[in-house]
């Protein structure tokens, strides 16, 4: 662990989290048993943690730390009275919310909260299916990320360009459903649409009337450069992944980044990238790509970036230019 916090890969998680959107983390320090349970080590890295989670962006009093061993199962699932010095932990939930516990496990169960749902928002579900079964036609299967959609419901599919389709059927394990909310995995029987008209796992259905959504010509994201050897510059044209959505993307500029080499300082219109810093690019994809900003829809707005199969950045989406009619 004090490798990983000093040499980055810790940091850099931490990181990841923060800029992802995770606000809810607890920190797990492990192998207590290698230096005896000792506490003056216990503190030494939780106070090197909590400065660096400060200068990340969290807030320490909102995260448990909890010393545990994984091997013998101290403080995991029971109370362990290897250390008889920690008295177990807390944390803040809210304002005059105050959460204790004592093992991992209480922190799983009592401290982390169950994900904000939108069932109120406009509708965002992102094909990851689709089926033609016999006699039946196209059933097409997704979960939706945003909003409530209903049988009767007249959608547009994006970036296919799709319009006017109607929500035949809702089903979930092969029982109907009066509506599908946020988080429901389903099958939707669309009607109206032809033989000739083209629908993708990756894109989006959304329901006309909160209005028409368009394919995407460039967009802006925040990320952060993951471990690569070279360095990353204006025309590199890597794989951009977005929920269940492929498509190779052009970094066509870099407005700003800022890292070790930087001094942590932001440094605008930079000629490259290397690894463990953070910027924001703009992107240009080279088929139909839907993504949003993070702060309109989630699930919409993170991006993992692969190249040759791994991962060379992660990020959250600032702003789109859509392709005009």
Same mark, same amino acid.
């Given at each position: 662990a004090k490798a990983g916090v000093e040499e980055g890969q810790?940091?850099?998680?931490?990181?990841l989290l923060y800029l992802l959107g995770v606000d809810q983390i607890i920190v797990g320090i492990n192998k207590m048993d290698?230096?005896?349970?000792?506490?003056?080590?216990?503190?030494?890295? *939780? $106070?090197?943690?909590?400065k660096m989670l400060q200068m990340i962006g969290f807030k320490p009093k909102k995260v448990p730390f909890i010393p545990y061993s994984g091997f013998n199962g101290d403080n995991l699932v029971e109370k362990s009275d290897k250390a008889p010095w920690y008295k177990g932990w807390s944390a803040n939930l809210g304002p005059k919310k105050k959460i204790t516990g004592f093992t991992v496990v209480d922190a799983l169960n009592n401290f982390i909260q169950p994900p904000k749902r939108h069932p109120e928002l406009p509708v965002r579900l992102p094909i990851s299916n689709i089926y033609n079964i016999k006699g039946v036609g196209q059933i097409i299967c997704g979960t939706v990320e945003q909003g409530t959609l209903v049988?009767?419901? %007249?959608?547009?599919?994006?970036?296919?360009? /799709?319009?006017d389709k109607k929500i035949f059927s809702i089903e979930q394990h092969k029982?109907?459903?009066?509506? @599908?909310?946020?988080? $429901?995995?389903? &099958?939707?029987?669309? *009607?109206?649409?032809?033989?000739?008209?083209k629908v993708s796992p990756g894109d989006i259905i959304y329901v006309q009337k909160d209005g028409d959504l368009k394919p995407i010509k460039?967009?802006?994201?925040?990320?952060?450069? =993951?471990e690569h050897p070279g360095v990353l510059?204006?025309? #590199? @044209?890597? %794989?951009?992944?977005?929920?269940?959505? *492929?498509?190779?993307?052009?970094?066509?500029?870099?407005?700003?980044?800022?890292?070790?080499?930087?001094?942590?300082?932001?440094?605008?219109?930079?000629?490259? /990238?290397?690894? #463990?810093?953070?910027?924001?690019?703009?992107?240009?994809?080279? =088929?139909? /790509?839907?993504?949003?900003?993070?702060?309109?829809? @989630?699930?919409? &707005?993170?991006? @993992? %970036?692969?190249?040759?199969?791994?991962?060379?950045?992660?990020?959250k989406v600032t702003g789109t230019v859509h392709k005009s009619d």
């Open positions: 810790t940091r850099q998680h931490a990181r290698a230096c005896n349970w000792s506490e003056d080590r216990f503190n030494e890295i *939780k $106070d090197e943690f909590v049988p009767g419901d %007249v959608v547009g599919i994006v970036p296919s360009g /799709l319009k029982k109907h459903l009066e509506k @599908a909310e946020p988080g $429901d995995s389903v &099958g939707l029987s669309i *009607k109206g649409i032809t033989k000739d008209e460039t967009f802006t994201a925040v990320v952060a450069v =993951q510059k204006p025309g #590199y @044209a890597p %794989v951009v992944f977005c929920r269940t959505a *492929k498509v190779a993307c052009k970094m066509t500029k870099i407005l700003w980044k800022m890292g070790k080499k930087t001094g942590g300082a932001k440094v605008e219109n930079p000629p490259e /990238l290397s690894q #463990y810093e953070n910027a924001e690019v703009e992107f240009e994809p080279s =088929q139909p /790509l839907f993504v949003e900003p993070f702060e309109t829809c @989630a699930a919409l &707005g993170r991006i @993992a %970036v692969m190249d040759s199969n791994r991962l060379k950045m992660l990020g």
